[in-house]
Antibody, heavy 114, light 107 residues
Framework: QVQVVESGGGVVQPGRSLRLSCAVS????????MFWVRQAPGKGLEWVAV????????YYADSLKGRFAVSRDNSKNTIYLHMNSVRPEDTALYYC???????WGQGTLVTVSS | DIQMTQSPSSLSASVGDRVTITCRAS??????LTWYQQKPGRAPKRLIS???TLQSGVPSRFSGSGSGTDFTLTISSLQPEDFATYYC?????????FGQGTKLEIK
């Protein structure tokens, strides 16, 4: 069966870096573009980034202003979100999503706080 | 960026009511729009994509319409399990963008 499992969240100080991982199974990762979507506590959904199926194209929300980068390793069935210079407003539950098939993980919580 | 303006932000209704939620895009997006339902503590679930195509397994009381800049999600007869938050997402142009959400509450 399909599994999408995010990890790597936690408490991080402002200005530091963090890498989120998303391990998938039950479908061929290299066939699909994959998204990251986040949701601040009590707030709405925010689209963060997308990586193309082969990893050659990426797009980001303008609000991230180049601080985040998405990558993937199809051989490991894993995608990553590299978060740099994190800010308190990056505090959110981060979801990894196969948007084409509507497969979502349970999310990993990132809290940016000193 | 394409801005998605969703309304209302909240809505109180009763079981059996017909409700409509709208999304307006700041520029034309053809029918490249998805409607999601999210319940507390759960990941969103896709209901309709593109704008008027009901996803497999979604009850027929849900319907979507629209093209270009104006879109609607209609629930023809609310059921208790429909009380949730609904979001639209445009996927016509990167970066993709969500509407602000509509919280549907029991009256």
């Amino acid at each position: 069966q399909v599994q999408v499992v995010e990890s790597g969240g936690g408490v991080v100080q402002p200005g530091r870096s963090l890498r989120l991982s998303c391990a998938v199974s039950g479908f061929i990762l290299s066939d699909y573009r994959m998204f990251w979507v986040r949701q601040a506590p009590g707030k709405g959904l925010e689209w963060v980034a997308v990586t193309s199926s082969d990893g050659t194209q990426e797009y980001y929300a303008d609000s991230l202003k180049g601080r985040f980068a998405v990558s993937r390793d199809n051989s490991k069935n894993t995608i990553y979100l590299h978060m740099n210079s994190v800010r308190p407003e990056d505090t959110a539950l981060y979801y990894c999503v196969n948007g084409d098939r509507d497969y979502w993980g349970q999310g990993t919580l990132v809290t940016v706080s000193s | 960026d394409i801005q998605m303006t969703q309304s209302p932000s909240s809505l109180s209704a009763s079981v059996g009511d017909r409700v409509t939620i709208t999304c307006r895009a700041s520029q034309g997006i053809r029918d490249d729009l998805t409607w999601y339902q999210q319940k507390p503590g759960r990941a969103p679930k896709r209901l309709i994509s593109p704008a008027s195509t009901l996803q497999s397994g979604v009850p027929s009381r849900f319907s979507g319409s629209g093209s270009g800049t104006d879109f609607t999600l209609t629930i023809s007869s609310l059921q208790p399990e429909d009380f949730a938050t609904y979001y639209c997402l445009q996927y016509n142009t990167h970066p993709f963008t969500f509407g602000q959400g509509t919280k549907l509450e029991i009256k």
